[in-house]
C-alpha cells in the first residue's frame, strides 16, 4: 500500500517548480508618476481669506480647515469634500484669493 505522500510526491514537486520559476520570473514595476515637489525652502504665500474659498463658510465652522498648498499658495478649505471642487476649477479660486491680496 503506498502512502498518501509518495504519490502526492509528483504533485509537490510540480508545485515547488512553478513557485520557483514565478519566483525568478523577470520582475516588472509600474512606472511612477509623480509631480515635483517644491522645495522645502520655496516661499508659501499665506492664505488671506477667514473663509473657505470655495463655499465661502467660516472656516472653523465646519471643524479643523482643510490647509494644502497650490502652485506655492497655501489654501485652506472648510472641509477636505471641497477640494474635488477646488481641483476641478482650481483658477476660478484662486482669483478669489488674488482680489483679496490685491486690496
Not at 520570473?25 to 509631480?35: D, F, G, N, R
Not at 481669506?49 to 465661502?56: A, Y
Request: net charge negative; proline share 6%.
Amino acid at each position: 500500500m503506498k502512502s498518501v505522500f509518495h504519490a502526492a510526491g509528483p504533485m509537490m514537486l510540480l508545485a515547488a517548480l512553478t513557485l520557483t520559476l514565478v519566483g525568478c520570473s523577470k520582475e516588472t514595476t509600474a512606472e511612477v508618476k509623480t509631480e515635483p515637489v517644491e522645495s522645502a525652502t520655496a516661499e508659501v504665500k499665506p492664505y488671506p481669506l477667514d473663509t473657505c474659498v470655495v463655499e465661502d463658510e467660516k472656516l472653523g465652522s465646519m471643524g479643523d480647515p482643510y490647509v494644502f498648498v497650490h502652485e506655492g499658495q497655501e489654501l485652506k478649505l472648510c472641509c477636505k469634500g471641497c477640494l474635488k471642487d477646488f481641483h476641478k476649477e482650481p483658477a476660478k479660486y484662486l482669483v478669489k484669493v488674488e482680489a483679496v491680496k490685491k486690496s
